[in-house]
């Protein structure tokens, strides 16, 4: 995939990650790997209207960068890891073929 195809793959999950909201939920089921945490939970920790947290949610779910399971009645979300991971990869391999801001050893794990 070239640089440009590449730019219009990863965007969305970008944009995705640029709210405020959005970026704090993703950090608060990052804190709760591997159990991640149902709705209630993270509209308790984060103080955010249900509706408007369902909004988010759902934004991050659609760019692959949370799961979601249902448990009955409760909806359980998850740090997306493979979603996260091709996010990070992307970032590291281009500073690591055009600079040598981070050492390659450093993507040990990363890379896909």
């Known amino acids: 995939m070239d640089a440009a195809s590449q730019a219009l793959h990863f ?28 709705v209630g939970e993270i ?12 909004h988010h949610l759902d934004a991050l779910q659609r760019e692959g960068l949370v799961t979601v399971t249902r448990e009955g009645k409760f909806l ?8 996260l991971k091709d996010l990070l990869a992307f970032l590291y391999t281009e500073c ?6 981070v050492p390659v050893s450093a993507l040990k794990g990363i890379r896909s």
């Open 43 to 54: 509209q308790a920790t984060l103080d955010i209207p249900p509706s408007t947290l369902s």
């Open 11 to 38: 965007a969305p999950r970008f944009a995705a990650l640029g709210h405020e909201a959005r970026l704090s939920i993703v950090r608060c089921l990052l804190s709760s790997h591997p159990d991640g945490m149902v």
């Open 76 to 83: 359980r979300y998850r740090a997306d890891a493979a979603g």
């Open 96 to 101: 690591c073929t055009r600079s040598s801001l």
